[in-house]
């Protein structure tokens, strides 16, 4: 009987060490993130609020609804998302694909994104998005011109 109540004051300390330990690492990463201000949102054809935009020093998110306030539909739409560094360069850009939305629809959006310092974001709508190189892609492009440069 000794054994159990060592044994579970043992498994009760885990317990008790794990929920704190848990609790705190995810005290210290909401207090990493600080609020974005001095966004800018040029976009006409709809309505866009940010309901949270936080970033970290290496990564961040937005989350926002966007209401269709034209009499038209909105469909294959880009939401462009611009984030900027603290001397207002450009550091990347995230797209969110509106593929339909009817006339006053409301619907939610969420962005994240791993780029570092970004301090501020600018939206706006756009017709497509450029494409994307894979990066077995960029791998093989970057191999030949290696070896076209040493010919």
């Known amino acids: 009987m000794s054994r159990m109540k060592t044994f579970f004051k043992y ?3 885990v317990v008790v ?3 704190f330990s848990n609790l705190m690492i995810k005290a210290f990463l909401k207090t990493s993130y600080s609020d974005m201000h001095g966004y800018d949102i040029n976009v006409e054809d709809a309505f ?4 949270e935009a936080k970033a970290s ?3 961040g ?3 926002g609804t966007i209401k ?3 009499e038209s539909v909105i469909e294959n739409k880009y939401l462009k998302v611009s984030m900027i560094s603290k001397n207002d360069i ?3 850009d995230k797209y969110i694909l509106i593929d339909k939305i009817e006339p006053e629809q ?3 959006f969420e962005v994240k994104f791993d780029y570092d310092n970004v301090k501020t974001f600018k939206m706006e709508m756009v017709d497509n998005k450029p494409e994307e190189e894979s990066f077995l892609e960029l791998i093989k492009t970057n191999a030949n011109d290696l070896v076209n440069n040493n010919k």
């Open 11 to 13: 498994l009760l300390l």
């Open 68 to 70: 269709n306030t034209t």
């Open 61 to 63: 998110y937005i989350n």
């Open 57 to 59: 020093n290496r990564n």
């Open 17 to 19: 060490f794990f929920a």
């Open 106 to 108: 409301i619907r939610k």
């Open 90 to 92: 450009v550091i990347g």
């Open 48 to 51: 866009v609020d940010v309901t």
